[in-house]
């Protein structure tokens, strides 16, 4: 049943022009395809990496515009009171930021939707390894939002600095991809010690 459901959300999708629709059918078609060949008993024991697939599916582009454009946005206006408050003359006029040497751009790829995306697949996979009580993992997994947004922010912020104090050549280039690889590891650092904290709190009982 659930490979024929999948076809029909792959017509659907090819139908409509929509890419995620024809993606994720193929997600399901597995599922679908494990459910027949070896029944509800290895779903069960396999629904994890099962359902982990649809993180290599591309959200829509509606979706992805709704959640980088705001993103770009608070990027930008934490970015502009943090160089303020550390003395740097700025002004922001909605994702641009005006300085003193050159113009930063908060673009789409410095959104951090992407860095967002992978620390929260990355967050899933740490939970699910690192915990056996579900609320514990949920609290690891939703914890990778605050994480991955802050820590963009504070790269954007890393970014005017360099370019005010530095160079404005720092702000591009090399620096500016290795500076994305650097926040992404303290990004996962500071969630491996939100887990740590998790394995402090003594498990209630029931659970």
């Known amino acids: 049943m659930l490979c024929v459901v999948s076809l029909g959300v792959l017509v659907a999708g090819h139908a ?4 995620f629709l024809q993606r994720a ?15 509800a008993s290895v779903v069960r024991r396999a629904l994890f990496p099962l359902l982990f697939l649809f993180f290599m599916v591309p959200l829509p582009y509606l979706i992805y515009d709704s959640i980088a454009f ?4 608070f ?3 934490v970015a502009t009171e943090s160089l303020s408050w550390l003395g740097v003359p700025v002004f922001r006029e909605g994702n641009v930021i005006h300085l003193a040497s050159q113009t930063l751009e908060v673009a789409d790829a ?7 995306m992978s620390l929260v697949a ?21 914890s990778t939002i605050p994480i991955a947004i802050a820590a963009n922010a504070f790269r954007v912020t890393g970014t005017g600095v360099l370019a005010q104090y530095v160079s404005p050549k720092a702000a591009e280039g090399f620096f500016h991809t290795f500076s994305g690889w650097l926040v992404f590891v303290v990004a996962f650092a500071l969630l ?3 887990g740590g904290a998790l394995k402090r709190v003594a498990r209630p009982s029931g659970v």
């Not at 409509?16 to 890419?19: D, K, P, Q, R």
């Not at 705001?70 to 946005?73: E, G, V």
């Not at 579900?134 to 939703?142: D, F, G, N, P």
């Open 16 to 19: 409509g022009a929509e890419f």
């Open 25 to 39: 059918s193929l997600v399901l078609l597995l599922i679908g395809g494990v459910l027949w060949v070896w029944g």
């Open 70 to 73: 705001p993103l770009k946005l």
């Open 75 to 77: 990027a930008a206006r």
């Open 110 to 116: 410095c959104s951090g939707i992407r860095s967002l």
């Open 122 to 142: 990355l967050g899933v996979v740490f939970a699910y390894i690192s915990e056996t009580v579900l609320w514990k993992r949920l609290v690891i997994a939703c």
């Open 192 to 194: 491996v010690v939100v």
